[in-house]
């Protein structure tokens, strides 16, 4: 490299900071949510006002509005009882830049603009990246399986799975299913925290790391392969990878069985966290929101997306130990099947 060269290369302090905050807009909701702000004529938008218009829940919104606010990508000023949220001064010129680059002429007068998710002049397509038709019938038929929840905020846990799923799934087809197993399970959980203590509950477990394409991923899938349904099992990334890791897609295979629905990475949700009675991150430097009343752990394990096929397989063995362990302590009063994990590649 010539002296020149390097004299044009950003300095090592700068590019950590701006990876950091790269890093926290890597995710589509906060995507839209920089964008709500930095269009907006006042340049401030309360949290509400934000929520409406990425149709995200409030929970949700207050989730990613602090990841951004810690990342330094945006600060926040109480007036009154509200809580108004604008571009940090570090990137008040750098993110409507980025967002006019990546998307020239959106969140402009006049465009069809994607954060309200209505249909776009063909009316064949929502702002989610679902046909019509088909977020209308997800919706009518999760709605009848959810009937405690409020029909608005069926409608907003689908637009916002579809949202938060764009970014991986391969085709329509990819997400309008993916959709809909991620949108039930969120109201899956919603739906249980809204029933309170009075309900038989059983333990829920959230197992999370950054791309939820490995570890998490193995968990979660062992937990459910030694507790049955007698444990509600979840995993999750911050920073989910468009897909399994090749190295781990034949473990989880092993672990589920066949016919089982293949596991996909999945955004990190507020509603996940708040459902989960333990937290379980996966050594990779990760961070949930704490609540009280939550157990959480951290796993130091290895990453299996590094090794060889072996060496997955030893890490998987090594999850698998804590896993029975965690399953142990959770069901004292049962006996769990020894079940020993393939060794040869087979169910």
């Known amino acids: 490299m010539t002296s020149t060269t ?22 589509p909701v906060r995507l839209r949510i920089v964008s709500v702000v930095a269009t907006s004529p006042t340049g401030q938008v309360g949290a509400g006002e934000i929520a409406d218009a ?42 409507p830049a980025l967002l006019a680059a990546l998307a ?27 046909d019509a038709a088909v977020e209308r019938d997800l919706v009518e038929r999760l709605a009848r399986e959810h009937p405690g929840v ?16 764009l970014r991986t799934a391969a085709g329509t087809s990819d997400l309008a299913d993916l959709t809909e197993r991620f949108a039930r399970q969120r109201l899956d959980d919603l739906a249980g925290t809204r029933r309170g203590a ?11 790391c950054v791309a939820n394409a490995g570890r998490s991923q193995l968990a979660a899938a062992l937990l459910a392969r030694h507790a049955g349904d007698r444990v509600v099992v979840r995993s999750a ?18 672990i589920l069985g066949p016919g089982a629905a293949p596991p ?27 609540l009280p009343g939550t157990r959480y752990e951290d796993w130091a394990v290895g990453d299996p997306a590094l090794a060889s096929p072996a060496g997955a397989r030893m890490i998987r063995d090594d999850i698998d ?9 959770l069901l004292p009063a049962d006996r769990l099947p020894a079940d020993p994990l393939p060794t040869e590649g087979r169910p």
Do not use: I, N
């Not at 409020?150 to 799923?165: D, I, K």
């Not at 009075?198 to 999370?208: Q, S």
């Not at 955004?267 to 929101?289: E, I, K, S, W």
């Open 54 to 95: 990425c149709a995200v829940t409030a929970p949700t919104v207050s989730h990613h509005l602090r990841v951004l606010r810690d990342a330094g990508v945006l600060t926040s000023q109480r007036r009154a009882t509200a809580v108004l949220y604008r571009l940090a001064p570090a990137t008040e010129r750098v993110v």
């Open 6 to 27: 390097a004299q044009r290369a950003l300095a090592d302090a700068t590019a950590e900071g701006w990876a950091h905050t790269l890093r926290a807009l890597a995710d």
């Open 264 to 290: 996909y990475p999945k955004p990190l949700t507020d509603d996940a966290v708040r459902a989960a009675d333990v937290v379980v991150t996966m050594g990779c430097g990760d961070v949930c929101p704490v």
């Open 104 to 130: 020239p002429g959106e969140g402009r007068p006049g465009h069809d603009d994607a954060r309200t998710g209505s249909a776009s002049p063909s009316g064949h397509r929502t702002g989610a990246g679902l």
């Open 237 to 254: 990334g911050s920073l989910p990878a468009p897909a399994v890791h090749g190295v781990v897609e034949p473990l989880l295979a092993e």
């Open 321 to 329: 130990r804590r896993v029975r362990a965690l399953a142990a302590d």
């Open 150 to 165: 409020p029909a608005a905020t069926t409608l907003l846990t689908v637009r916002e799975s579809a949202a938060a799923l």
């Open 198 to 208: 009075a309900a038989p509950r059983r333990p829920h477990v959230l197992f999370v």
